[in-house]
């Protein structure tokens, strides 16, 4: 296998530094600031001015909708390695990725669409996501289960004639407190004594639907993540045409599995660039602050974990880079230990070396004057998201104990 960028991935990834040198981290201030008047103004919830202002820039310079593969509908769409590179720089500023389209759970639920959607789903829906148009959610976790078990899900998906009524509540529907959200992927039990990974499907929900509430913001460790936002949602009596139902009764597992696979690796992509800011960060601390008597980059504590930093770093660039490369090669299903991988082992990674960086930022680290406690707060909240350590770490040692299974003697 080889990871050396085409000329074609290279010259995006010189744009794409270019752009954030010019337009992202001169703007990292000000996003926040304008977050902060709109909640002084009483309402956080409305889409910021410099993302709306920023896209168009993106979409000129053919920085969008890079992350959708094989998909004729965004021919620019990148395979998972050649996206890799591209997505790290992303990830490096938390609000970046939607000024390029390609934000989660949109990016999830576009790639949910192309692969598993009907044409008439695809021109209703995916057109106008991959146009920047409007956003989405996708509502799965259930506040009441163990969700990490996707058996669990209560929510109920009943056929009435022509129509699917759901009934359910779900809760860190994350992107549902944008006002342009207008679609919701909804998992549900069409079957519950089914067996198990057959008792689920997944439908297309308008978000405007009757019987849809918008119960309460979930902050994560104290940010409202505005105006994207994580809500939980109750779903009463809620019905769409069976024309809304994706790929077929029973299919929601298979789909979730399909989904995340990609959603997944996104996620560590970009956490490996959360990282390498992190670390740049630390590094330029480091050598402009002085504590008894030198600068604090000669004190050897943290030589060791400058070093560790970048050991870390560059083993999980290279175990998403190998997923990447099984995705694109022998497919999603095949690669699923490597995507448990690299699950397991980003956001573990990441979640240290930015919290080695908070230590040597001292005061400052922990406040809003440099981007760190933010980081901390995402990274750590993605050893749940999409399942959690201990799934994934399951899923490893299950494959892993397969391969050495014990031959009887003959």
Request: glycine letters at 8%.
């Amino acid at each position: 296998m080889h990871f050396s960028h085409t000329a074609k991935v290279e010259s995006l990834r010189t744009e794409l530094t270019r752009f954030f040198d010019q337009w992202i981290y001169p703007n990292e201030v000000a996003f926040h600031r304008e977050i902060q008047q709109n909640r002084a103004a009483g309402n956080a919830w409305i889409p910021t001015r410099i993302i709306e202002e920023l896209k168009p820039r993106a979409r000129e310079l053919g920085l969008w909708n890079l992350f959708l593969p094989q998909s004729p509908r965004a021919a620019q769409g990148l395979t998972n390695l050649e996206y890799a590179p591209l997505c790290e720089i992303m990830g490096r500023v938390p609000w970046a990725p939607e000024v390029f389209n390609c934000s989660a759970p949109d990016t999830g639920n576009m790639e949910t669409i192309e692969r598993y959607g009907s044409e008439a789903q695809k021109d209703r829906w995916l057109e106008p996501l991959l146009a920047g148009e409007m956003r989405s959610a996708f509502l799965m976790t259930e506040p009441e289960v163990a969700s990490s078990d996707a058996t669990n899900i209560q929510c109920s998906i009943r056929r009435d004639g022509s129509d699917y009524v759901i009934n359910g509540r779900k809760w860190y529907a994350s992107g549902a407190g944008d006002p342009r959200c207008a679609l919701y992927i909804v998992m549900g039990k069409t079957d519950p004594d089914g067996p198990g990974h057959r008792q689920q499907s997944m439908v297309l929900v308008p978000a405007d639907s009757a019987g849809i509430r918008v119960i309460r913001h979930l902050p994560v460790f104290g940010y409202d993540d505005a105006p994207h936002g994580h809500m939980e949602i109750e779903l009463h009596d809620v019905r769409v045409p069976v024309e809304n139902l994706l790929l077929g009764e029973g299919r929601g597992f298979e789909i979730a599995q399909g989904r995340l696979g990609p959603g997944r690796i996104h996620h560590c992509m970009r956490i490996i660039g959360a990282a390498e800011r992190a670390l740049e960060l630390l590094c330029r601390r480091v050598q402009s602050r002085v504590a008894f008597g030198k600068p604090i980059s000669e004190h050897s504590v943290w030589h060791e974990r400058i070093a560790e930093s970048r050991c870390m770093i560059d083993q999980a660039r290279l175990l998403t880079l190998n997923a990447a490369y099984m995705m694109d090669t022998v497919g999603n299903k095949v690669a699923r230990a490597q995507i448990a991988m690299i699950k397991v082992v980003a956001p573990n990674m990441a979640g240290q070396i930015i919290d080695w960086a908070i230590q040597a930022h001292g005061g400052a680290g922990v406040s809003d004057d440099f981007p760190l406690a933010y980081l901390y707060a995402g990274i750590r909240t993605l050893r749940i998201a999409d399942g959690p350590d201990e799934v994934h770490r399951s899923t490893i040692a299950r494959l892993e104990l397969a391969r050495h299974t014990l031959r009887p003697a003959a």
